[in-house]
């Protein structure tokens, strides 16, 4: 079955980076791309970019260019996502979400979610 | 960016009873040349990833109860469970994915009347 395992709660000062990865089983990972999206505490999804699965070529949205990073290790099926200059509004859980099978844009699978906390 | 409102904010329904949520987006995500809506349902429980409901706005996924239906096209869409049970207490969302930035509405959040 699919599965999706993120890496475990994080907890940075602001102006740091952290890096989330995704280990993802139970199908062909160079056959979808990887999406993220993020959910402030309390708040509603905001996606934040994707990396297709065959050129590793990320797309991201506007509000994070320049500081995500989205990056994929095809040798052992897990997707990372890199966030520097952290503020507190960072503060949220990062999700990473499969793309859908019969086209681009939605999530079919998702991962536990990855908490990150930025305070100093 | 496509601008997804959903109404209510919060519901309260019986058990057994219809639930109605609806979606409007700030332009069509209907694409002419394949006539489908790129439009999607999620659900999400507390303290739980999201979990896909529907896509092309009625196309249910796989496992889901058929008491969930999604209907709707061009900017209006709505998402109803028709016999409320009690696992359906939960936050829901529709997002568009007719082109990035994908964006979702604000969630509703469905309660037990």
């Known amino acids: 079955q699919v599965q999706l395992v993120q890496s475990g709660a994080e907890v940075r000062k602001p102006g740091a980076s952290v890096k989330v990865s995704c280990k993802a089983s139970?199908?062909?990972?160079?056959?979808?791309?990887m999406h993220w999206v993020r959910q402030a505490p309390g708040q509603g999804l905001e996606w934040m970019g994707w990396i297709n699965h065959k050129s590793a070529v990320p797309n991201y949205a506007q509000k994070f260019q320049g500081r995500v990073t989205m990056t994929r290790d095809t040798s052992i099926s897990t997707a990372y996502m890199e966030l520097s200059s952290l503020r507190s509004d960072d503060t949220a859980v990062y999700y990473c979400a499969r793309d859908g099978p019969t086209t681009g844009g939605y999530f079919d699978y998702w991962g536990q979610g990855t908490l990150v906390t930025v305070s100093s | 960016d496509i601008v997804m409102t959903q109404s209510p904010e919060s519901l309260a329904v019986s058990l057994g009873e219809r639930a109605t949520i609806n979606c409007k987006s700030s332009?069509?995500?209907?694409?002419?040349?394949?006539?489908?809506?790129?439009l999607a349902w999620y659900q999400q429980k507390p303290g739980q990833p999201p979990k896909l409901l529907i896509h092309?706005?009625?196309t249910r996924e796989s496992g889901v109860p058929d008491r969930f239906s999604g209907s709707g096209s061009g900017t209006d869409f709505t998402l109803t469970i028709s016999s409320l049970q009690a696992e359906d207490v939960a936050v829901y969302y529709c997002q568009q994915f007719y082109g990035p930035p994908f964006t979702f509405g604000q969630g509703t959040k469905l309660e037990i009347k």
């Open positions: 092309w706005a009625s």
């Open positions: 332009q069509s995500v209907l694409y002419s040349s394949n006539n489908k809506n790129y």
């Open positions: 139970g199908y062909t990972f160079t056959g979808y791309y």
